[in-house]
């Protein structure tokens, strides 16, 4: 943690001003993102985060027991000093460590890079590279609900088609996914055969159309193909399509709110999907049937800022996904669940009640419903953390941020030894509640 924090620091006393002009027509900037937690579970044991089983995610607050960071580095050059033209290069690192996992932290995954020309053709921008593309979150759940670009092998597209003198814009861009060391698809439990699932996915982006004074829609639309392999998979077709509303100044510009809905198909519910996974040499689990699977999602997130006195943010989501297929033991043809589908709810609320400007009070409450037929679980889980936090200043998103935190959680006896475990063991095996504490700490500039 010591050799962490000493590695970092630099550049947290330096976040206020990242950006360097090297020449009038050069310049650097350091962007990033850093968390670490240190706590442990009541009895002394290992920290644990509360997720239910089938759910994408959890709420955060409290809750996030491991180390995390992003660094960027992004080079910026204008081809002359009148016109708008430029370059940009950017080069993203990110590493992870789970307490319980017996992992180093180690800051080597190439997340971001990428080259783009900015206002060419027209004032558009081409770019192409490995690439994040506008990825949209619930921020208290650390939910990516629109993510296209990440994890991608390659891309490339055209931002801002229309030229950047309209509000809105269109957008267009391809990915190439590769899942790595992925099993045949036999019922043979003796071929150890594995290979490359490769998935294309084009992405098109229709954004910012105004419909009111101060709400606009965007709205996407993806078409993927998965390639046939030589480990038995054949090609499959898949799309998506969805729509998000943003509407801004709400309460005289007070609040804003995001409403998003989408429907995704076949291999386009996922970018790197197999629809296979083993769990031993002898239990191959098909847990996907990739021509009639499909994932429907409704989310909204709202935010509040009434500044010097309270924030809060809100968020509800559903997600519906149907496997196609009732998961099954490839090798015994034993059903593994008592369905397909599973059915996630989630809502809750983080609340900040400003003391003074570096010193507030948090609360997170929240709640997950989970109807998992494909384990044959169903329950609730219901999580709150309170944290006294000393804060950069003012406002739900001011960073970097320290927080002592106490968190308590319940769930449904049908779910005792599926929540509250880490890496390294159980931890609340024969529970239905548990309590955690420590201190967390949050930065991104």
């Not at 962490?4 to 330096?14: A, S």
Request: hydrophobic share 35%; aromatic share 16%.
């Amino acid at each position: 943690m010591r050799k962490l924090i000493l590695l970092f620091l630099p550049y947290f006393l330096c976040a206020q001003n990242a950006n360097y002009n090297i020449t009038p027509l050069d310049s650097v900037a350091f962007k990033g993102y850093f968390r670490t937690s240190l706590g442990e579970s009541e009895g002394g044991k290992t920290m644990v985060n509360f997720a239910i089983p089938g759910g994408l995610s959890h709420y955060r607050l409290g809750n996030e027991p491991n180390t995390y960071a992003e660094v960027e580095f992004d080079y910026n050059h204008k081809l002359d000093l009148e016109s708008k033209k430029s370059f940009d290069l950017v080069f993203m690192l990110a590493g992870y460590s789970g307490f319980g996992d017996q992992q180093p932290f180690k800051l080597e995954n190439v997340t971001q890079l990428y080259a783009k020309m900015n206002n060419v053709l027209g004032n558009s921008d081409i770019w192409i590279g490995r690439r994040y593309y506008e990825r949209r979150d619930h921020h208290i759940i650390d939910y990516f609900w629109y993510s296209p670009g990440q994890g991608a092998t390659v891309g490339a597209g055209i931002d801002n088609i229309r030229g950047k003198k309209h509000k809105d814009d269109i957008d267009i861009a391809i990915f190439n996914f590769e899942n790595k060391n992925v099993r045949s698809l036999n019922n043979d439990k003796d071929d150890n055969t594995k290979g490359v699932l490769q998935n294309f996915i084009l992405e098109t982006k229709w954004k910012n159309i105004p419909i009111s004074e101060n709400g606009s829609v965007t709205f996407w639309n993806r078409l993927s193909k998965r390639q046939k392999s030589n480990i038995n998979y054949n090609q499959i077709n898949g799309y998506g399509l969805g729509v998000w509303y943003d509407q801004t100044n709400i309460f005289k510009g007070k609040a804003y709110n995001t409403l998003q809905i989408s429907y995704r198909k076949g291999n386009s519910i996922g970018k790197n999907l197999a629809p296979i996974y083993e769990t031993s040499e002898s239990e191959l689990v098909y847990s996907y049937d990739m021509k009639k699977t499909y994932v429907l999602e409704v989310s909204n997130q709202f935010t509040f800022e009434h500044e010097k006195v309270f924030a809060l943010s809100a968020v509800a989501l559903y997600r519906y996904e149907d496997r196609g297929v009732i998961p099954y033991n490839i090798i015994t043809q034993e059903q593994l669940g008592d369905g397909k589908q599973i059915h996630w709810f989630s809502i809750g609320t983080r609340m900040i009640k400003y003391l003074t400007r570096h010193f507030n009070l948090a609360l997170e409450a929240g709640t997950d419903y989970i109807d998992n037929q494909t384990i044959s679980k169903k329950g609730w889980l219901n999580k709150i953390t309170f944290s006294p936090q000393l804060s950069w200043d003012y406002g739900f998103y001011s960073r970097p941020v320290l927080r002592p935190f106490i968190t308590y959680a319940k769930w449904s006896d049908n779910l005792i030894g599926d929540v509250g475990n880490a890496p390294d063991g159980p931890v609340f095996n024969n529970k239905n509640n548990g309590l955690t504490y420590g201190l967390s700490f949050e930065i991104w500039w």
